[in-house]
């Protein structure tokens, strides 16, 4: 009779914490900036298939890792926040409740599944002059164990995620016009390349604007890039 | 994680209201927030009713318009009350019946739209958008059966097409395309009547705004049911146009000066 071999707690979250990390390494990263106008999220992605969505009037997400598992993520994120939105009010639909959601969720996920999420998420919610209380903007960033932190100015998420955020932190000023931080926001995705040049198409630019009326994500078309950053 | 992820995994809000939080929509399968069988025979009518509105193809896209008044009965139950939503930024939902679940209605569609472009990342086409509501008053058909009907029209700019397009509906959700223009409510009768006279294929924006007005006018005047233009507390029409840029509302001014000039050509036939 064969025993069945003794893992311990520590080794199994390991393990699956090496494996998740291991995905997440692979994938190309996600760069979100805040800036003049509200909030940019910018993927490198040539691909049609999104990275970045809206979730609801100010909020937007941003995923790495395998497209399935992120692109459900978010599905889940708009799933909560209209029935959130509709049974109470648009205002009532807060960033921090959501990321916080998504922590327990993603935090269950990883304690109970044998394959973890290979994924890291970005939820920024853009602040609004006109809400008292609720002008700032605010960014959270969860990992495929449900860590959850906060974050200030910038978050990176993605392959090279530490090496891209030294860059920002070198080089992010608060109050950056659009161009520039979409400047900004390509150099820094380019050092993940080697510093090789981004072509424009490559790029997924997102944005949450401030003053936009109620919902107030966009996507930027590649030719709109292209013009703001005039190149 | 009870609360966060649903069982539905489609892409309709309506339908992921019905399956995960059926505490909010209405029982029976009636409108949302009022349950088909909580009403008592007879007790619809002391429910606040809105009463015309309309809305027509125009040169560049469609308008639609609304009087403000509600009823309970013969009772006035509010006077300046919206008819006439936005539903996305090319559609438009004008409500005629029982007001609560009318409203209810537009708000779920309008959520329903927004929720079916997030989800699948395209917004869904004007004839797709038409035929979802038609379906959520099919939903409604139980509560109708007891007095709380919602009959709206749908208007909206299909941007395929590059067209203005309207639809009425009955109480089963059955959605008949009108081509030309078409009202609903207790005045819808005669503000018809006027559009049969004033109204023209390719009829420009601001002689349909008149137009509008004058069916307006015309509605209040013939029934009881519909309100006419306030001066006195400053409660005009709601108006909206939509074409290919989106959806405008037309001031407050414009329809008080197109009323004032109305009201003065009618006084000087009254006096002659």
Same mark, same amino acid.
């Given at each position: ?32 900036? !805040?800036?003049? @106008?509200? +909030?940019?999220?910018?993927?490198? =992605?040539?691909?049609t ?19 399935? #598992? ?12 209209? /029935?959130? @939105?509709?049974?109470?009010? *648009? ?8 990321? =916080? ?40 960033r969860v990992?495929?164990?449900?860590? +959850? ?6 978050? /990176? ?7 891209? !955020? ?12 659009l ?10 995705? #380019? *050092?993940a390349?080697? @510093? ?10 997102? /944005? ?24 | $994680? ?20 059926p ?15 909580a009403?008592a025979?007879? &007790?619809?009518a ?18 639609? &318009? ?10 006035? &139950? ?26 209810? $209605? ?21 004839e ?66 006027s ?8 009829? &420009? ?25 306030d ?13 290919a ?24 036939r009254?006096?002659?």
């Amino acid at each position: 009779m064969t025993l069945p071999f003794y893992v311990s707690p520590e080794q199994i979250a390991q393990d699956k914490a090496e494996f998740a990390r291991k995905g997440i390494a692979r994938g190309k990263s996600i760069v979100v900036l !805040e800036h003049e @106008g509200g +909030i940019l999220l910018m993927a490198e =992605n040539p691909s049609t298939l999104s990275k970045i969505g809206e979730i609801y009037d100010r909020i937007a997400f941003a995923g790495v890792g395998k497209f399935s #598992e992120f692109d459900q993520l978010r599905k889940v994120g708009v799933r909560y926040a209209d /029935v959130k @939105g509709y049974s109470y009010s *648009r205002e009532d639909v807060l960033v921090k409740a959501l990321a =916080n959601a998504y922590s327990q969720a993603m935090g269950e996920e990883f304690a109970r599944s044998p394959k973890p999420l290979e994924v890291e998420i970005v939820v920024a919610e853009v602040g609004d002059d006109r809400l008292a209380g609720h002008e700032r903007n605010a960014i959270y960033r969860v990992g495929f164990d449900g860590s +959850i932190s906060d974050h200030r100015s910038y978050c /990176v998420i993605g392959g090279n995620a530490e090496s891209l !955020e030294s860059h920002l932190q070198a080089n992010f000023r608060p109050n950056l016009p659009l161009g520039e931080a979409l400047k900004l926001g390509r150099a820094t995705l #380019e *050092r993940a390349q080697n @510093g090789n040049r981004l072509e424009v198409e490559k790029l997924e630019v997102c /944005v949450l604007e401030r003053t936009r009326p109620t919902r107030k994500f966009r996507r930027l078309s590649a030719d709109e890039v292209r013009g703001i950053l005039g190149s | $994680m009870p609360g966060f992820r649903s069982t539905y995994q489609g892409s309709s809000f309506f339908e992921l209201l019905r399956v995960d939080h059926p505490h909010l929509v209405a029982q029976a399968g009636g409108a949302p927030g009022l349950a088909g069988g909580a009403v008592a025979p007879g &007790a619809a009518a002391s429910i606040p009713h809105g009463t015309t509105v309309l809305a027509m193809k125009c040169a560049e896209g469609v308008l639609v &318009a609304g009087d403000r008044l509600a009823t309970e009965n013969y009772r006035v &139950a509010s006077r300046d009350l919206q008819k006439v939503f936005p539903t996305d930024d090319h559609s438009l939902m004008a409500i005629a019946g029982a007001a609560g679940p009318c409203i209810e $209605m537009a708000r779920v569609l309008r959520v329903e739209l927004e929720h079916y472009e997030k989800i699948e990342g395209a917004p869904l086409e004007l004839e797709g958008k038409a035929n979802k509501l038609s379906q959520m008053i099919r939903q409604n058909l139980p509560a109708a059966m007891q007095g709380l009907v919602v009959v709206p029209l749908f208007a909206g700019y299909d941007r395929r097409r590059k067209t203005g397009r309207l639809w009425k509906y009955d109480v089963t959700g059955g959605r008949y395309e009108e081509a030309e223009y078409e009202a609903t409510g207790s005045g819808s009768l005669y503000a018809r009547e006027s559009l049969k006279k004033s109204w023209r294929p390719g009829i &420009a924006r601001d002689e349909a705004v008149r137009a509008a007005v004058e069916a307006l006018v015309d509605a209040a005047d013939e029934d009881r049911g519909t309100g006419g233009i306030d001066v006195t507390r400053g409660i005009y029409p709601n108006i909206f146009t939509c074409n290919a840029q989106g959806i405008q509302e037309v001031s407050k001014e414009e329809i008080a000066e197109l009323h004032r000039r109305v009201l003065e050509a009618r006084t000087s036939r009254g006096s002659a």
